[in-house]
């Protein structure tokens, strides 16, 4: 009879034991990750673009610092198609291998805006606009004169605002004077600056150098038709300087989102 209860005793406890748990889920070896940034050409962040993945059709957007990140990707040969209403859209290929995290940096062309006033007698005579970003797209065309974008204002490693300009040709370090300052060495050794397309003044001075996001420097015999009266400081020609302030590149993203 002892054998019968511990026969049974031994089946209940077959039927009801506990079953071992699953093995714990590794991480997704068939999926990817795609992170970057969407910039314009002078490095100003795009936010509310809209970045498409195919294979998949997988739609992601950049935050307000042009960042995105796109979890769960199929791996191999991808297609990324980045819009944004106001700049060119922009396709880029990339191969992502299973596990593994991709790490892009997209470049946007910005659209040519309509001007109000435009000479078409020749290049160089082009009336550009003033005080915005699209003026400083439209005088890069033309092809005179000196820029820096924002990437290139920091990779200057400068503190004083006037020493972002050290390394341009035309510039070098006041020896005997103010060290904050820079001066010209070409033509009459003479400075002008603007700020934002304006003279600076105390509501708008000289920007910090954390706070610049581009620099236009012009030549007296280079100067664009809407900045020449500024070249000149009585009867001499000057190199003229046109600090731009990260407000005007703010001010260039605010523009209606493509739904």
Known sequence: MYRTILALLL???????????PPAQGPDTTRAVIQGSVRDSLGIAIDGA??????????????????????????????????????????SQVTVHPGTTVTVDLVMRRLP??????????????Q????????????REVGK?????????????????QHVLRDLPGFRVNL??????IESIAGWRCMEFLVDGRP???????????????????????APPEYRQWVWRGAYPCTLVIF??????????RVPRQE
């Open 11 to 21: 089946a209940v406890v077959r039927a009801t034991g506990a079953q071992a748990p």
């Open 50 to 91: 809209s970045v498409l993945v195919r294979p998949g059709g997988l739609i992601f957007r950049t935050d307000s610092a042009g960042r995105f990140v796109a979890r769960g990707i199929p791996v191999g040969n991808l297609s990324l198609t980045v819009r944004r209403l106001g700049l060119s859209p922009l396709e």
């Open 113 to 126: 805006q309509v001007l109000a006033q435009v000479e078409i007698n020749a290049a160089q005579n082009r």
């Open 128 to 139: 550009c606009p003033r005080f915005s970003l699209d003026g400083i797209l439209c005088r």
């Open 145 to 161: 004169g000196q820029f820096m974008n924002r990437e290139e204002i920091v990779a200057t490693g400068a503190i004083f605002p």
């Open 176 to 181: 005997n004077g103010d060290p904050r300052r």
């Open 200 to 222: 600076p003044s105390r509501i708008d001075p000289v920007p910090r150098v954390r706070d610049m996001f581009a620099v236009e420097v012009y030549q007296p015999d280079e």
């Open 244 to 253: 731009w302030s990260s407000r005007v590149g703010r001010q260039a993203n």
